[in-house]
């Protein structure tokens, strides 16, 4: 910057807003002393940069914000915004429990929402952000960063929180985040979760993140009896190929949670997820001294609609004859089956 070019009366005057704390300057010639000029907006921007280090309280910013946004190069609002939201982003990732009472970033996007409220210009990108939070940051933090923010941003964390469960339909974090939030005590519309899961079911591609935010939701009780309501014959078919596409670590997850949950859902698939759960088991490549079979009579053991003598075919089927003594020490009454298959 050539400082040279600079008006001196306009560098002084733009010194005395950033640099003291007064408030009877006489800003009237501010705009005719500004002009535009390539150098004096990067006077000014410097100026802004250098201040923002200094520890002003909040009304300071918010007064010398509305000026900022009253003079209105709509270059400083954009630039301004974008460099406060990017510090404040990267101060909650790297420093939990940050606080307005201690952080210029923070204290100054607060000051920052509150001018432009004051100014009746939108809030959205500092909306955005924070509606954000809750995919990089913990819950308790989202909660505590939310209070400062309101009730000028949100009227309370409840109206914060329905406003996020509405589009809590994307992820297995984002569920991750509704229980969360459910064990603070708060009541979440869980209308877009059953659309969700709806979808998932139904409609979505059957890919691996889809399927594990699937399972998640049916841990869900009230999701889980929303699908019974939506579930019907000709969706067997669906629910088959869901399977088909599992994993087998997805399959047996949290102590066979997953296939008890399946299981609810539609009893009459047993057979098909008993045999994926099988195939899927042997196709890994590993299973020293019987570690398959164990698995696969655990399950039969755990599950009724299981049957043994399923499993017994299977294994003569797929030349899997060494492992067939296993089963019928566990289940005897298979003996008398093995010269038939």
Known sequence: MQLEL???KYRKLVDQIFFTDRSDLDLSEFQSLFANKDVHFDYLRDRIKRSREIFWDESFWINRFE???SINPRKIEQELEATLLGEFKQLLMRTYGASPLYNNVYLQIIAWTKA???KKLGTKAVEDLLTSLIHWSSTDQTLEVVKSFTPFIFKD???YVT???KSLSQSSRNF???KELESHGFQLDKEPMFKLARDLLFKRALNRPNRRTLFNLFTDQFVMAHLKTQYKPEHRDRLVDFIKSCEFKEIEEQHLRNIKNLLELDSTVADELLTTYAEKLYARGTGAQGANIKRLIRAC???PQFQPKKVLVWLSTNNRVSNMKFLISSFPDLKPLVPFV
């Open 67 to 69: 000026f900022l946004l």
């Open 176 to 178: 991750q985040v509704i």
């Open 116 to 118: 432009k409220l004051n």
């Open 301 to 303: 053991k755990t599950f």
């Open 6 to 8: 600079v008006d001196p």
């Open 157 to 159: 964390l409840a109206e």
């Open 163 to 165: 406003l996020i469960s």
